[in-house]
C-alpha cells in the first residue's frame, strides 16, 4: 500500500472515529467526559474569585487549573495576564502580564486568544512607557521645588514650570487610565460585521475593520459548495444580514440569518426545488453544553454556523440586528 493511500486511510479512520464519539454525544447525550465538566467548573472557581477582587487567590487558582489540564493553557495564561495588569490589582506586574501573553503567543499560535494577546501587549506596552515619563516628570518636579526653595527671587517661574509639569503628568494619567478602560472594553464594542470561513472554519467579528473577536465553529454536515436546496445540510455562502434572535432556541440562543438572498431564490427556481431556510448561529443543543468546543471536531449540523454556549451569548450582546453576515467558501 503506497503512503498517499495509508493518509487516506488514516484520514478517514480519524473521521470514523469523531463521528462514532462526539456526533452521537451532541444527538443522543452522554454520561461521561467528568473531566471537561471538572476544569469548566475549576474555571468557573477561578473566574469568581478574579470578580470578588481576590486577585492572588484567582492567579493560583489558575495555576492549579494549567497543572491539571494541560490542553486549556492558553486559556489559563490568557485570564492571567489580564488578573496580573487588572488596574484593581493592587499588586499588578506588568511584566508578568505580558510574559503571559507573549507565551500564548509563542506556544499557541493557531488559538483564539491570540489576536486579544496582541492587542493587551500593544496596550500594557503604551501603559509602561507613559510610566516611565510620569516617574522622569515627578522627580523633575521635586528638583524644581527644590530649586525654588532655595532660590525665592525666582519661585513664581519655577512655579509656572512645575504647574506645566503638572498639568502633563495629570494628562499622562488620564491617557492610561483611557487605555485602562479600553482594555476592558475591547470586547464590549458593537459589531458591524460577522465574517465566517468555511474553509478555515472560523467566524470573525468585525467593528469598521477592526477584529474584535473569533471563534471555532461547526457548519451543515454536507460542506461541499453553498447551500442549494432544502435538506441538503450545505451551510449557504453570501451575503446576509441578522434578522432577528430565539432566545428560547433548542440550541440554547440563535440568531436568524436572512437567507435565502435573491441570488440564493434564483438558483433554487433554476432547479426546480424549495432553498430551504431558518439558517442560523447557534449554541449546542440543550443538555449538552458540557460537550464545550469538542463540538467543532465535526461538522454536525444541517446547514447551520454553531459555536459553544457561552461563545454564543457573547456574539449575541456584540451582534444586534441588521449586523452584516459574510459567509465565504
Excluded at 210 to 232: M, S
Amino acid at each position: 500500500m503506497d503512503k498517499n493511500k495509508q493518509s487516506r486511510m488514516g484520514g478517514h479512520l480519524y473521521f470514523l472515529f469523531v463521528c462514532i464519539i462526539i456526533l452521537p454525544i451532541l444527538i443522543c447525550g452522554c454520561s461521561h467526559l467528568n473531566e471537561e465538566f471538572q476544569a469548566r467548573s475549576n474555571f468557573k472557581e477561578a473566574n469568581d474569585l478574579f470578580n470578588h477582587g481576590n486577585y492572588e487567590a484567582s492567579l493560583s487558582k489558575y495555576g492549579q487549573i494549567s497543572g491539571k489540564y494541560p490542553t486549556a493553557g492558553d486559556r489559563v495564561l490568557f485570564e492571567m495576564g489580564i488578573i496580573y495588569a487588572h488596574p484593581g490589582n493592587e499588586q499588578k506586574d506588568y511584566q508578568k502580564s505580558l510574559e503571559c501573553f507573549q507565551n500564548l503567543i509563542s506556544d499557541y499560535p493557531e488559538s483564539g486568544y491570540r489576536k486579544d494577546s496582541e492587542l493587551m501587549i500593544f496596550n500594557i506596552n503604551n501603559v509602561t512607557i507613559k510610566d516611565k515619563t510620569i516617574v522622569a516628570q515627578q522627580t523633575q518636579i521635586a528638583s524644581l521645588r527644590q530649586e525654588a526653595e532655595s532660590q525665592g527671587n525666582e519661585i513664581l517661574t519655577l512655579q509656572k514650570k512645575i504647574d506645566a509639569l503638572e498639568r502633563e503628568v495629570k494628562d499622562k494619567e488620564n491617557e492610561i487610565i483611557a487605555l485602562q478602560k479600553e482594555e476592558l472594553a475591547i470586547l464590549k464594542v458593537p459589531a458591524d460585521k460577522i465574517l465566517i470561513d468555511k474553509r478555515e472554519r472560523q467566524l470573525t467579528l468585525l467593528s469598521k475593520g477592526r477584529v474584535l473577536k473569533t471563534y471555532k465553529i461547526a457548519l451543515g454536515g454536507n460542506t461541499n459548495g453553498p447551500k442549494e436546496r432544502q435538506g441538503d445540510n450545505k451551510t449557504p455562502e453570501g451575503n446576509y444580514v441578522i434578522d432577528s434572535r430565539n432566545k428560547n432556541s433548542r440550541y440554547h440562543l440563535s440568531l436568524h440569518i436572512s437567507y435565502p438572498n435573491e441570488k440564493d431564490k434564483k438558483r433554487a427556481k433554476e432547479l426546480g426545488v424549495p432553498p430551504g431556510g431558518d439558517i442560523m448561529i447557534h449554541g449546542i443543543k440543550n443538555g449538552f453544553s458540557w460537550v464545550d468546543d469538542f463540538h467543532t471536531d465535526v461538522d454536525w449540523t444541517k446547514g447551520c454556523i454553531a459555536v459553544t454556549d457561552e461563545e454564543i451569548e457573547e456574539i449575541d450582546k456584540l451582534a444586534p440586528n441588521g449586523t452584516i453576515v459574510d459567509i465565504r467558501p
